[in-house]
Structures are given as C-alpha cells and as structure tokens.
C-alpha cells in the first residue's frame, strides 16, 4: 500500500478493469503507478456484467481478439476466458440477420451461419422456437470477477500500489500539467494522470476544463442454479448478454437500463435487485426453454457508463498535456486487455502503437445538444432522480 502524501509516477483513478489494466500495463514496463478507487476494486460493473470478449465494432478488437487468449499465462492469475460464441435469434423477423451480421464482422475471423438443428446440438438448452444463429470461432467470454483480480494481483507483482476507500476530490496544477490528485487522505504527487473512474470520469474530467457527456445507468444480471454444462458456453440472443459459468450456472444481463442523475465523487447510487430481473428471466426462458425451470439464485447490479453515441472515449489530453482520459461506455470488460495497452501506450508514447484511436476522441461531442440525454430518453423514472439525491447526500 502506498503512503499518502508521498509521490508517484502515474495516478491511475478508477479500479475497474480499465484502470487495473492500464495500471498492469504500466507496471510491467517499470513505470511506477499508484491505483486509486473510491470503493473496492472490480466491485462495480467491472465484476457484474456478462463477461463477453467479442467487440468487433472497436478499434481495439484484433488487439482484444490477439491478447485474450494469453491473457492467464500474461498475468499469471486464472481469468476463465473461453474461446467461441453462439448467437442465435427466436424471433422470427431476424431469421436472416447473419446477413447484416457479415456486412459488419472484419475480415479474417472465421464464423458459421446455423441452421436451427445445429444451434440446439451447440446449444442444448435451446428449444423448437430457433429461427437462426452464427458461431463465432473467435471471442468468448472470462469470468468479469476473478479477471478483476487477476488485473489488480498483477499489477501489484509488478509494483504498483493499489489504494482502496480512497475518493479523489481534486487535482493540483502547475504549468499546464496535473502535479498531484487530491484524496480523502491526502494529496499523491504524480507525473501523469489517468481518468478511468467510469460513472465518475465525466466529473473528474470537468475539474480540468472539460465537458465530457455521459450517462450512468443501473445494468442487472441474473444468476440460475447450476445446469448441465452446454458444449459453448457463450450464448448470446434475445437482446440478452451472456455465460455459463465452470459450475453451470447461467449468468445473464441485457436491459433495459435503469438511468441515474448526476453520480457523487464519494458515493455509488444505490443497487436493489427486483425491478428488471423479472423481464430478464423471462427473455432467458425464451431464448433457453429447457432452462426454463431453473430457479434464479441471486441478482446483481453494476453502475455503469455511456456516451451519447455507446462509443468509448480514449485520449491523452492537449491541456493538461500529462492527462489520459478512459471511459469506455459499457464495454469494458471484454476491451480491457488491449484499452489497458492502449492507455499505457498514451501515457508513455503519447499515441497507440496498434491502432486509429482518432474515432474514440472526445472532440466528437463538440456542439452537442445540452438536452441529449432528454433526447435519447436517458432519464431516471419519475422521482427517482430526487431518491437518488436524498441517497447520496
């Protein structure tokens, strides 16, 4: 654990997966970093979501595509990636939707179009009510938990401090460069910055100048008891996200959010399970009816992030010039091995080695209309936003 009040090369704010990697990262090429999270590190999102590997729609998707499957041997801690997925439709209006599927895959990853028979051989607990499905012969998916701790072990073997309980409530500047981050402990010096503070990143970023538009939102995820294990156990479909875990347990999430106001620095919204696990349940049954009699176990939730157009932002900023910003709009989990060499790449070279990250800059929400989220009908339901308030004050 570091000493408050002593100095660091890099501050890394946030304890996700994002700002672990990046730590791991920097830790690994000799740089000395210090973490600093509000809460518990992996506790948010991080370690509550569906654990999938397979974002071909980012830039970071052939770095993601080439790092997962090394990732156990890399950091030296299990992760529980597994390599495959299925998706498969039940609704009948999608039974040909490989089609546009192929128009936006890249080339040189092989994948299959299924017929509804060879869904359910891969897919035992699929039913008569398959239409179509693809088998994707690349991503997968890992365990969100252990692959949180796997980060954070790792990057401490490699000698960066992790402080947990920890607020950041400020920044000290000097001659254009962030020089120390203000904490409920104390200040950390640091040469270099790292915003990776999901919900938060959007008022840590305000604090130097910026305007960066998110929306934080609630994401559940349903746990059954254990079933017999299925051949490929990443199966997407029916607006659900999804796994089987090693001890044949499904794990599923997929909408619809619960949107939040402002979140506070110090604080998280509060989490009840109950208010969307029924519709996911339901929409489990029907993309896996001989799954239909499993009792669901237990629920969780995760404060997550997004952007006005569910893109990532990652960039090292013009002013302060020593200040990385991640926020990596509900896709976290499964990019974390190639944003955390991404963001390492920033901090030390100044630009990625491996890919255009020009998409993902912040200067793309420039004349953005202040009513956004009314216009996307990102709104917290009626009253809630007052509940929240009272909750966090």
Known sequence: MSEIGTGTSVVVVGGGVTGLSAAWWLARSGVAVTVVEKGIVGFEASGRNG????????????????LWPQMDELLGY??????????????????????????????GYAWDVLDPRQVRELVPLAGDNVVSGVHFHFGGHANPQRTSQA???????????????????????????????ETASGIIGCDALVIAAGPQTGRLVAMLGHDLPMAAARAEMIVTEPLEMMPITGVDGNGL???QTLR???AYGGGPHEWFGEVGLEETPPKPSGSVTRNIARRVAELLPKAAHARVIR???????????GRPVIERLAAPDNVTVATMSSVGFGLSPASGRAIRDLVIDGRCSFADLEKLRLSRFEGLARDWRTELNWLPPEGAEAAVSAALN
């Open 51 to 66: 654990g999938g590997c397979t974002h071909y729609q980012s830039p970071l998707f052939h770095e993601e595509q080439r």
């Open 78 to 107: 299990p992760t529980e990636y597994q390599r495959g997925r299925i998706v498969f439709q039940v609704d009948p209006r999608k039974e040909r939707f490989h089609e546009g599927l192929g128009l936006r895959l890249p080339s």
């Open 151 to 181: 980060y954070a072990w790792a990057a401490q073997d490699h000698g960066a401090k992790i402080l947990q309980h920890t607020p950041v409530r400020g920044f000290e500047t000097a001659g254009g460069r962030v020089t120390g981050v």
């Open 241 to 243: 996200y999804g796994r």
């Open 248 to 250: 044949g347990n499904l």
């Open 299 to 309: 629920s969780w939730a995760g404060v997550i992030e997004n952007t006005p157009d």
